[in-house]
């Protein structure tokens, strides 16, 4: 029974030993210090950052859509070139059917040849018109001259009623003469009227083919200027561009940016859209480039509130942030998202810490302090202003130059 007894008691001292010594260990930390763990809390000018999504955009870009001609409305795209193409000026772009187009340029060609051939028809007739019309008259014109002389003749030799018979011949070739001139002339009139109304229709069948070939040509898009191909959006995000389907002339399917003038439409959150302003400094980083980053600033702020979306009740602030000149913007693309980190104040001499040098117990923060010895660490408890996902400012319970470890141990 007594050895029962000892054995219980050993076993409680032993329990209460452990106890001590994990209290020990939790509340200082005791361990060897490594220098490479240890870090001082630093005061520094602390930048307020706000963190919004956004999508990059180009303030000058070339829209392209399908041509416009006439009275045509919808141009059925038969190729187009891949989004992201590189393109100099006059590199092909897309292509629409011009099936239709090409009937009507043969229907017009077919117009055109029959139209000249009636108009050498033509010309012919009248030139053949013109010249029985000139040996008619000319006979006619030699008829009279010779009653003209008889009559010169007769007039001492003949006997009256033989110059009155002349005389009457005479007069009927003058008749004769004057309709045939009249005859001539207005000949020449209608087959000159004639011709000019069929050279008339010649050139208009050949300005019809004219303005098809120009058509047909106009059916191959070339780029107007240099840069990257982007292909325009429906309001489902779905791209224009469709090889099938028609486009209509008012409607652009690509365009050509200006990378060089890339900015970013943002949408920063009602919470903090009293905080931003004109002309504060951003950080833009783009996902799609593997977290690139880059400067900019705010350049304009809506003074109005707007739905973010349909499917959320959340109000925001459409903003814009132009990148800093100076920087690589090639490889930027209108549509690529973006998070832009908008600076939108300082808090002077604060205290910071890196967040992964914190640890959260039971609602409370805590940091591991080196203790003056400086043979262990200690756990304390701190209260944090702000953090922005990478350090954090400590408000109070560390003082500066404190050392700290870098990733709390238990």
């Known amino acids: 029974m007594k050895y029962k007894r000892l054995l219980a008691l050993l076993v409680g001292i032993v329990v209460i030993a452990a106890a001590g010594t994990w209290f020990y260990m939790s509340s200082t930390a005791s361990a060897l210090v490594n220098e490479k763990d240890l870090m001082p809390a630093v005061r520094v000018d602390y930048p307020q950052i706000i963190n919004s999504s956004g999508l990059l955009e180009a303030k000058s870009s070339v829209p392209v859509g399908c041509p416009q001609v006439g009275n045509a409305r919808r141009f059925k795209l038969v190729r187009v070139v891949d989004e992201g193409t590189q393109v100099a000026e006059g590199d092909f772009l897309m292509e629409f059917d011009g099936s239709d187009f090409s009937r009507s340029l043969r229907d017009a060609s077919t117009r055109y040849q029959s139209e000249q051939e009636r108009y050498q028809q033509r010309r012919s007739s009248r030139e053949n018109q013109v010249r029985d019309n000139k040996l008619n008259l000319e006979q006619a014109r030699s008829d009279l001259d010779k009653l003209n002389n008889k009559l010169n003749q007769q007039a001492e030799l003949e006997s009256a009623l033989t110059i009155a018979q002349t005389k009457i011949q005479r007069d009927m070739a003058v008749m004769k003469v004057e309709s045939l001139e009249k005859q001539v002339q207005l000949q020449d009139e209608s087959s000159r009227l004639d011709m000019q109304i069929s050279r008339s229709n010649e050139g208009n069948f050949k300005r019809q083919m004219e303005d098809l070939l120009d058509t047909i040509d106009s059916l ?8 990257v191909v982007i292909y325009r959006r429906d309001y489902n995000n779905e791209p224009k561009p469709v090889i099938g389907n028609d486009a209509n002339p008012m409607d652009p399917l690509l365009e050509i940016p200006d990378l060089s003038t890339m900015r ?6 009602e919470i903090d859209a009293g905080k931003v302003k004109v002309g504060q400094k951003t950080r833009i980083i783009v996902p799609a480039l593997q977290g690139m980053t880059f ?3 705010v350049i304009e702020l809506s003074a109005i509130l ?3 979306d349909f499917s959320r009740a959340q109000k925001v602030a459409e903003a814009r942030v132009e990148l800093d000149l100076g920087q690589d913007l090639t490889l930027l693309r209108p549509g690529m998202s973006a998070t832009v980190q908008i600076q939108v104040g300082i808090i002077p001499q604060a205290i910071v810490i890196p967040l ?3 640890q959260e117990r039971n609602g409370g923060s805590f ?6 010895d400086k043979k262990a660490f200690e756990w304390r ?5 702000t953090n922005d996902e990478l350090s954090a400012v400590v408000k109070s319970g560390l003082e500066a130059n404190e050392m700290i470890r870098s990733k709390p141990k238990m």
């Open 356 to 358: 992964a040098s914190i």
């Open 264 to 269: 970013v439409k943002v949408l920063v959150d």
């Open 295 to 297: 400067d900019g600033k």
């Open 381 to 385: 408890a701190i209260e944090l202003q």
């Open 220 to 227: 191959t898009v070339r780029a107007p200027v240099a840069g």
């Open 306 to 308: 707007k739905q973010a």
């Open 367 to 372: 940091v591991q302090v080196l203790t003056p």
